[in-house]
């Protein structure tokens, strides 16, 4: 926790520059030349409130290593949830603090405030208002300059200081400039006797041992940049002066109540214990210790070692790091997983000790990694990636990734635990689903969201062109539907048509037409009753893909409600046109328009609206990342007034089996899902079966993956799912309510009788000859579904998800004589004048 900071403009003297970093973060603007770019300096960086927002200077700043911006309020509302909250200060005038709405306030991580004075007691009061936020001040003048016991009085309150570089010094105190050090130490406060301060050591984060520090000792760490300390027998010690093992001081914190000191340190000589170790605290351990050992092989490895082999052969070390690297990969329990990466960081590290780089310079490279808004993509490199030919079918094939899939040999099977067994850390680590970085994915979709919002079909024109590589004059098309662009082959429109006709049955079903009405009390009557979300848009993912199973599962319920418009976006062709299949869907469901865009920027343009794009109030339908972060970002911004469906993470199921399946089914309806991409989680929950039976099921999981043309994606998500054992029906329910999958499929002997006890779940298949395809295509269910264990929470789409709920009363004389005086009563209570009013007004005109 730095004690104060420093806002360096231009001219800053380089000696008093590096002292002022050893403190802490420096406040640079953005014309500010004194620290470049990429340095590795802690930097925030002020923007001028004057200039116009360049929400891509701010993402280069932050992807070029600054810690945090801060940026003025007119720029909140188009940086807040783009930008991660804890990367954005809020500069504020002192006049405009009581301003900031609570969405503003959460959306940052602290406020700089501009103040004429330092008012103590303001700040304090300002300081309640941004509970668990960073709290700046910086006085507008330099003239004259705040004493020390108002600095420190604003850093007891837990507001930080800011001051101009220019009005700070190395040499002592005058009337224009404040010494450094007497700013940094004039907060510290010491509750023993001597005065002095408890300081830990640190090097590369490893504790080297406990000191003390003075101010005078502190003052000249910060300037010299040696370990400076203060010995309680001996006074100043200038640590090293004498053994040679001195200290560069890279960074002097002080704790979080102002009593203690960290230094963190780059240590020479034998070390830091007068024992001649490197800590007091005993030898290295780990990274650390075999940190240690290589350097010293590098500089006498014993001739013929290993170590010495492998630093002289940069071949040999180049293919023991990817056979590792391989065998990470394929390894699959807890135990062979942390042997094989121990192997690999063991050869990784030997290549970074032999050129020079160390533990610290791989901590920094990560540190500065993570500063990092934008990421790219990470596709592996095509040397890693072997290329799938494209299916017969035409249907988009996810990428293929990881050395081990290209192993044609290699078996195809899940990993197996017991649920008896297993410990509450293991069970938690069975229902965990990859961790989705949705804000990072906003922050991506940012811009194109906003692009839309600002510039139209003219953007969406643009986007179009660029990731869908199509080329339009027009971004929507309207009824009536050219027939040409729904030909179809004759079986395919028939299966469209059943599929059709079932889905519409069962969602028809589900309309609830009467009003709920209840007579609460005599003379009061309540009701609630069903209307039609007016405005729809419906995502229906495309390009590549043919996909008219979603057009219906969407497409449908929104026209059973009564929904006026119904807006279709799916990517188009690279030719411009609209698959038939989804043409014919849309036709089928009496569609508004269809939009020809995918991605963000077709969530954007039904969520805000274009001169040809119609405006909805609610968007729903799966898609990849892009979309969903993009669903979630409007839903977020009161200007779209627009909601959605539900969050979407990867595809899943779950199969519950006993002896009573047959292994072949259970293995293609987990294959079933195995297939959507490599990220989709495949869980089986084995009641009672033998090793041989889960070995059965495991065969024909390994022979079925074999003959399908998603083969590559299978050998990718297969490995990564689970067989689960369990002793009984009811133990496998439990845990299945605990995973809330999407799909759950129940192969047990009479299955439909476990259906009462299913509490989570999107959808569910009940015995051997339902399986979870006709869910998909045609049985009449939605397959719209949530996942990622959001079954806990949401329902699959549904008719009523295309509605909305409005309740009424009507209350006679008599109902409010009976209902009124409770009313104000309660009004009363709750110091609501007007509520108890608009009772008794009426209560008075009865009696008059």
């Given at each position: 926790?730095?004690?104060?900071?420093?806002?360096?403009?231009?001219?800053?003297d380089?000696?008093?520059?590096?002292?002022?970093?050893?403190?802490?973060?420096?406040?640079l603007?953005?014309?500010?030349?004194?620290?470049?770019?990429d340095?590795?300096?802690?930097?925030y960086?002020?923007?001028?409130?004057?200039?116009p927002?360049?929400?891509?200077?701010?993402?280069?700043?932050?992807?070029s290593?600054?810690t945090?911006?801060?940026?003025?309020?007119?720029?909140a509302?188009?940086?807040?949830?783009i930008?991660?909250a804890?990367?954005?200060?809020?500069?504020?005038?002192?006049?405009?603090?009581?301003?900031v709405?609570?969405?503003?306030?959460n959306?940052?991580?602290?406020?700089?405030?501009?103040?004429?004075?330092?008012?103590?007691?303001?700040?304090?009061?300002?300081?309640r208002?941004f509970t668990?936020?960073?709290?700046?001040?910086?006085?507008?003048?330099?003239s004259?300059?705040?004493?020390?016991?108002?600095?420190?009085?604003?850093?007891?309150?837990?507001?930080i200081?800011?001051?101009?570089?220019?009005?700070?010094?190395?040499?002592?105190s005058?009337?224009?400039?404040?010494?450094?050090?007497?700013?940094?130490?004039?907060?510290?406060?010491?509750?023993?006797?001597?005065?002095?301060?408890?300081?830990?050591?640190t090097e590369?984060?490893r504790?080297?041992?406990?000191?003390?520090?003075?101010?005078?000792?502190?003052?000249?760490?910060?300037?010299?940049?040696k370990?400076?300390?203060?010995?309680?027998k001996?006074?100043?010690?200038?640590?090293?002066?004498?053994?040679?093992?001195?200290?560069?001081?890279?960074?002097?914190r002080?704790?979080?109540?102002?009593?203690?000191?960290?230094?963190?340190?780059?240590?020479?000589g034998?070390?830091?214990?007068?024992?001649?170790?490197a800590?007091?605290?005993?030898?290295?351990?780990?990274?650390?210790?075999l940190?240690?050992?290589?350097?010293?092989?590098?500089?006498?490895?014993p001739e013929?070692?290993?170590?010495?082999?492998?630093?002289?052969?940069?071949k040999?070390?180049?293919a023991?790091?990817?056979?590792?690297?391989d065998?990470?990969?394929?390894?699959?329990?807890?135990?062979?997983?942390?042997?094989?990466?121990?192997?690999l960081?063991?050869?990784?590290?030997?290549?970074?000790?032999?050129?020079?780089?160390g533990?610290?310079?791989?901590?920094?490279?990560?540190?500065k990694?993570?500063?990092?808004?934008?990421?790219?993509?990470?596709?592996?490199?095509?040397?890693?990636?072997?290329?799938?030919?494209?299916?017969?079918?035409?249907?988009a094939?996810?990428?293929?990734?990881?050395?081990?899939?290209?192993?044609?040999?290699?078996?195809?099977?899940?990993?197996t635990?017991?649920?008896?067994t297993?410990?509450?850390?293991?069970?938690?680590?069975?229902?965990?689903?990859?961790?989705?970085?949705?804000?990072e994915?906003i922050?991506?979709?940012?811009p194109?969201?906003?692009?839309?919002?600002k510039?139209?079909?003219?953007?969406?024109?643009?986007?179009?062109?660029k990731?869908d590589?199509?080329?339009?004059?027009?971004?929507?098309?309207?009824?009536?539907?050219a027939?040409?662009s729904?030909?179809?082959?004759?079986?395919?429109?028939?299966?469209?048509?059943?599929?059709?006709?079932?889905v519409?049955?069962?969602?028809?079903?589900?309309?609830?037409g009467?009003?709920?009405?209840?007579?609460?009390?005599p003379?009061?009557?309540?009701?609630?009753?069903?209307r039609?979300?007016?405005?729809?848009?419906?995502?229906?993912?495309?390009?590549t893909?043919?996909?008219?199973?979603?057009?219906?599962?969407?497409?449908?319920?929104?026209?059973?409600?009564?929904?006026?418009?119904?807006?279709?976006?799916?990517?188009?062709?690279?030719?411009?046109?609209?698959?038939?299949e989804?043409?014919?869907?849309?036709?089928?469901?009496?569609?508004?328009?269809?939009l020809?865009?995918?991605?963000?920027?077709?969530v954007a343009?039904?969520?805000?609206?274009?001169?040809?794009?119609?405006?909805?109030?609610?968007?729903?339908?799966?898609?990849?990342?892009?979309?969903?972060?993009?669903?979630?970002?409007?839903q977020?911004?009161t200007?779209?007034?627009?909601?959605?469906?539900?969050p979407?993470?990867?595809?899943e199921?779950?199969?519950?089996?006993?002896?009573?399946?047959?292994?072949?089914f259970?293995?293609?309806?987990?294959?079933?899902?195995?297939?959507?991409?490599v990220?989709?989680?495949?869980?089986?929950?084995?009641?009672?079966?033998?090793?041989e039976?889960?070995?059965?099921?495991?065969?024909?999981?390994?022979?079925?993956?074999r003959?399908?043309?998603?083969?590559?994606?299978?050998?990718?998500?297969?490995?990564?799912?689970?067989?689960?054992?369990a002793s009984?029906?009811?133990?496998?329910?439990?845990?299945?309510?605990d995973?809330?999958?999407?799909?759950?499929?129940?192969?047990?002997?009479?299955?439909?009788?476990?259906?009462p006890?299913?509490q989570n779940?999107?959808?569910?298949?009940?015995?051997?000859?339902?399986?979870?395809s006709?869910?998909?295509?045609?049985?009449?269910?939605?397959h719209?579904?949530?996942?990622?264990?959001?079954?806990?929470?949401?329902s699959?789409?549904?008719?009523?998800?295309?509605?909305?709920?409005?309740?009424?009363?009507e209350?006679t004389?008599?109902?409010?004589?009976?209902?009124?005086?409770v009313?104000?009563?309660?009004?009363?209570?709750?110091?609501l004048g007007?509520?108890a009013?608009?009772?008794?007004?009426?209560?008075?005109?009865?009696?008059?």
């Amino acid at each position: 926790m730095a004690s104060f900071l420093p806002l360096v403009e231009a001219g800053v003297d380089e000696s008093l520059l590096s002292s002022l970093a050893r403190l802490g973060p420096l406040i640079l603007t953005t014309t500010s030349d004194a620290v470049p770019l990429d340095s590795a300096i802690d930097r925030y960086i002020l923007f001028d409130q004057s200039a116009p927002l360049d929400l891509d200077e701010i993402v280069q700043r932050l992807d070029s290593g600054a810690t945090k911006v801060i940026i003025p309020t007119a720029w909140a509302k188009e940086v807040v949830g783009i930008i991660p909250a804890e990367r954005i200060i809020l500069l504020l005038d002192v006049n405009n603090v009581s301003a900031v709405s609570d969405k503003l306030r959460n959306g940052v991580s602290g406020v700089l405030i501009k103040t004429p004075s330092l008012d103590v007691d303001f700040i304090t009061s300002v300081s309640r208002f941004f509970t668990g936020k960073a709290i700046h001040v910086l006085p507008e003048s330099t003239s004259p300059l705040p004493p020390l016991s108002n600095l420190r009085d604003l850093r007891t309150a837990g507001a930080i200081p800011v001051l101009n570089a220019a009005s700070l010094t190395l040499s002592a105190s005058t009337s224009s400039q404040l010494n450094i050090g007497d700013i940094f130490t004039a907060s510290l406060t010491s509750d023993r006797p001597d005065g002095l301060f408890p300081t830990v050591v640190t090097e590369d984060g490893r504790s080297l041992g406990l000191v003390y520090s003075s101010v005078e000792s502190v003052k000249e760490s910060i300037i010299t940049g040696k370990g400076v300390y203060q010995s309680r027998k001996h006074g100043l010690w200038r640590k090293g002066e004498t053994s040679g093992a001195t200290q560069e001081v890279l960074r002097i914190r002080v704790d979080c109540d102002l009593d203690a000191l960290e230094f963190s340190v780059v240590q020479t000589g034998v070390g830091f214990c007068h024992l001649n170790r490197a800590s007091c605290f005993g030898e290295a351990e780990g990274l650390s210790a075999l940190e240690k050992t290589l350097r010293s092989r590098l500089a006498s490895a014993p001739e013929g070692s290993y170590t010495q082999r492998l630093f002289k052969d940069p071949k040999l070390l180049q293919a023991k790091i990817m056979e590792e690297a391989d065998e990470l990969c394929t390894a699959n329990t807890k135990e062979e997983i942390a042997f094989e990466a121990a192997d690999l960081f063991y050869f990784a590290l030997t290549r970074c000790v032999a050129a020079g780089v160390g533990v610290a310079d791989i901590e920094r490279a990560l540190d500065k990694k993570a500063k990092k808004v934008t990421r790219r993509p990470g596709n592996a490199k095509p040397q890693w990636v072997e290329k799938p030919q494209p299916p017969s079918n035409g249907s988009a094939v996810a990428p293929i990734v990881s050395p081990a899939s290209r192993n044609p040999d290699a078996p195809i099977r899940m990993r197996t635990h017991d649920l008896s067994t297993a410990s509450a850390e293991q069970r938690a680590a069975f229902l965990r689903r990859p961790v989705l970085k949705s804000a990072e994915m906003i922050a991506k979709v940012g811009p194109i969201v906003n692009e839309v919002r600002k510039r139209g079909d003219a953007a969406l024109l643009e986007f179009t062109a660029k990731f869908d590589r199509a080329k339009l004059s027009s971004t929507t098309i309207f009824p009536p539907f050219a027939p040409e662009s729904m030909e179809l082959d004759p079986a395919v429109k028939e299966a469209i048509d059943v599929a059709y006709a079932n889905v519409h049955k069962f969602h028809a079903a589900q309309v609830k037409g009467d009003a709920l009405v209840v007579e609460t009390t005599p003379g009061v009557v309540c009701s609630r009753f069903s209307r039609p979300i007016a405005r729809v848009g419906l995502y229906v993912p495309g390009g590549t893909a043919i996909l008219p199973s979603t057009a219906l599962m969407l497409g449908v319920p929104a026209q059973v409600a009564g929904c006026k418009e119904i807006v279709v976006a799916t990517p188009p062709r690279s030719d411009g046109s609209i698959t038939p299949e989804v043409m014919y869907v849309a036709h089928l469901v009496g569609a508004s328009a269809i939009l020809k865009a995918g991605g963000a920027q077709a969530v954007a343009a039904m969520a805000y609206g274009t001169k040809t794009v119609p405006k909805v109030d609610k968007i729903f339908g799966p898609g990849n990342q892009w979309v969903t972060a993009a669903k979630m970002l409007v839903q977020n911004d009161t200007d779209a007034l627009v909601s959605i469906d539900m969050p979407a993470g990867p595809s899943e199921v779950l199969v519950i089996a006993d002896s009573t399946c047959k292994p072949e089914f259970v293995a293609a309806d987990l294959l079933s899902q195995a297939e959507h991409g490599v990220d989709s989680q495949v869980v089986l929950v084995a009641v009672n079966l033998s090793d041989e039976e889960v070995s059965a099921i495991g065969y024909e999981v390994d022979s079925q993956a074999r003959a399908l043309p998603r083969v590559d994606i299978i050998r990718e998500s297969i490995p990564k799912s689970l067989i689960v054992k369990a002793s009984s029906a009811e133990e496998a329910i439990e845990f299945s309510n605990d995973y809330a999958p999407e799909h759950l499929i129940i192969h047990l002997k009479n299955a439909s009788a476990s259906l009462p006890l299913i509490q989570n779940a999107g959808s569910v298949f009940i015995g051997p000859y339902t399986p979870e395809s006709c869910g998909d295509y045609a049985s009449g269910t939605n397959h719209t579904l949530p996942t990622n264990g959001y079954a806990r929470q949401f329902s699959g789409v549904n008719t009523q998800s295309f509605q909305k709920h409005i309740t009424s009363q009507e209350i006679t004389v008599d109902g409010l004589k009976a209902l009124g005086p409770v009313v104000a009563t309660l009004a009363d209570r709750e110091g609501l004048g007007a509520h108890a009013n608009a009772v008794r007004i009426r209560l008075r005109d009865m009696t008059a």
